[in-house]
């Protein structure tokens, strides 16, 4: 069974960093590109990130770019996602999601893993 | 970037309805569309992808049509664990947006 499991979400005050992992596992991790999904709340669904199986591609949503950076261990079956310059409008849960094959575009997302909340706030 | 416009954003149905659910692209995406179903305090889960190929396990009354710039989510006979909110998203390019959601609820 393909899961995913998100942690290292908590409380940071702006200006601050976070890195949020997701640990992967009934699937060959490497074969497949992931993302990073966020839900504000109360809010819809706004990718965020996503990074191919080998690494070597990676994208990213305006809103974050530069201030966020996407990563993956395959030998760790863990993907990661390094935010820093935190802004209250970060504030969200984030699902990481696997994609359905290597590469990016032209795929869907399944599964999704339970997602890890970040707030930020003084 | 592509705008993906979903309507109506809620609804009021009832168990046994036939209900259907639009997304519209700000461009063409052919037919990379994937539609997925949330429930509160659940992670979204997949129901159709390509536009109109149901992923396995979902039952078959849900069902996807479209392509271009215009597509459907339909339920045909909605049931009670279906009240939740539909989200579409392109996947034709980067970044890939989604809807802003669909809410069904009991009537």
């Known amino acids: 069974e393909v899961q995913l499991l998100e942690s290292g979400g908590g409380l940071v005050q702006p200006g601050g960093s976070l890195r949020l992992s997701c640990a992967a596992s009934?699937?060959?991790?490497?074969?497949?590109?992931m993302s990073w999904v966020r839900q504000a709340p109360g809010k819809g669904l706004e990718w965020v990130s996503a990074?191919?199986?080998?690494?070597?591609?990676?994208n990213y949503a305006d809103s974050v770019k530069g201030r966020f950076t996407i990563s993956r261990d395959n030998s760790k079956n863990t993907l990661y996602l390094q935010m820093n310059s935190l802004r209250a409008e970060d504030t969200a849960l984030y699902y990481c999601?696997?994609?359905?094959?290597?590469?990016?575009?032209?795929?869907?997302?399944?599964?999704w893993g339970q997602g890890t909340l970040v707030t930020v706030s003084s | 970037d592509i705008q993906m416009t979903q309507s109506p954003s809620s609804l009021s149905a009832s168990v046994g309805d036939r209900v259907t659910i639009t997304c519209r692209a700000s461009?063409?995406?052919?037919?990379?569309l994937n539609w997925y179903q949330q429930k509160p305090g659940k992670a979204p889960k997949l129901l159709i992808y390509?536009?109109?190929s149901l992923r396995g396990g979902v039952p078959s009354r849900f069902s996807g049509s479209g392509s271009g710039t215009d597509f459907t989510l339909t339920i045909s006979s909605l049931q009670p664990e279906d009240f939740a909110t539909y989200h579409c998203?392109?996947?034709?390019?980067?970044?890939?947006?989604f809807g802003q959601g669909t809410k069904v609820e009991i009537k």
């Open positions: 390509g536009a109109s």
């Open positions: 998203q392109q996947s034709f390019s980067i970044p890939y947006t």
């Open positions: 461009q063409s995406i052919s037919t990379y």
């Open positions: 999601a696997k994609e359905q094959t290597k590469y990016q575009l032209y795929n869907w997302f399944d599964p």
């Open positions: 009934g699937f060959t991790f490497s074969s497949f590109a």
């Open positions: 990074i191919s199986g080998s690494t070597d591609s990676t």
